[in-house]
């Protein structure tokens, strides 16, 4: 059960947009459309922000989205906001043994 | 409201044992599985172990693997994680979480605060 790679940190300026990625195998992010991304502000519970690749919770803003290709997941953020600054971890379904496993986990920065 | 709320957690020496509930209100448990995830001091987010809606599908992290027991008890709406044979690495905030779905492969939707466990003699 090795962990997704994520980049340690993103940094981007208010009104950008940053993509942040997530890298597993063909064991997990590539073998099922089961990958969440969760935004933890320090010393707060993790919060859902995209299940599914690319699916948003009901009153997530529209400026997060997800996507997928092969082994690789990617989370992007358009029009940042100091809000936004926050721990960034995916997930991803690892099968029926493992079930899940998650990313290291990245810090964003709004500069 | 929906909450969760985990308890259970404390200073254990190493090789003790140590049982987390974790109570859930606000919506129809039985309709759901549940998840505990923990996040050592200053590290990332670890699956530890999940449930389905009636116990019949469980699932652990290699890393507590014939340690850990996850059960839960539909009528008292209570998820509970018993942790045996504990070690220094366990040392994490616990969170219980709930998913989207009644399997073990919905996203983790809902999250308790945690309750802290600290292995150390």
């Known amino acids: 059960q090795s962990a997704l790679t994520q980049p340690a940190s993103v940094s981007g300026s208010p009104g950008q947009s940053i993509t942040i990625s997530c890298t597993g195998t063909?064991?997990?992010?590539?073998?099922?459309?089961?990958v969440s991304w969760y935004q933890q502000h320090p010393g707060k519970a993790p919060k859902l922000m995209i299940y599914?690749?690319?699916k948003r919770p009901s009153g997530v803003s529209n400026r997060f989205s997800g996507s997928k290709s092969g082994n690789t997941a990617s989370l992007t953020i358009s029009g940042l906001q100091a809000e936004d600054e926050a721990d960034y971890y995916c997930?991803?379904?690892?099968?029926?043994?493992?079930?899940?496993?998650f990313g290291g986990g990245t810090k964003l920065t709004v500069l | 409201e929906v909450q969760l709320v985990e308890s259970g957690g404390g200073l254990v020496q190493p090789g003790r044992s140590l049982r987390l509930s974790c109570a859930a209100s606000?919506?129809?448990?039985?309709?759901?599985?549940m998840h505990w995830v923990r996040q050592a001091p200053g590290k990332g987010l670890e699956w530890v172990s999940g449930?389905?809606?009636?116990?019949?599908?469980?699932g652990y992290a290699d890393s507590v693997k014939g340690r850990f027991t996850i059960s839960r008890d539909n009528a008292k709406n209570s998820l509970y994680l018993q942790m045996n044979s504990l070690r220094a690495e366990d040392t994490a905030l616990y969170y219980c979480?709930?998913?989207?779905?009644?399997?073990?492969?919905?996203?983790?939707?809902?999250w308790g605060q945690g309750t802290m466990v600290t292995v150390s003699s």
């Open positions: 063909s064991s997990d992010v590539g073998s099922y459309n089961l």
């Open positions: 606000g919506f129809t448990f039985d309709d759901y599985a």
């Open positions: 449930i389905s809606w009636n116990s019949g599908s469980i």
């Open positions: 979480a709930k998913v989207t779905t009644v399997t073990p492969t919905g996203a983790f939707d809902i």
């Open positions: 599914e690749v690319s």
């Open positions: 997930c991803s379904y690892a099968g029926s043994s493992t079930l899940w496993v």
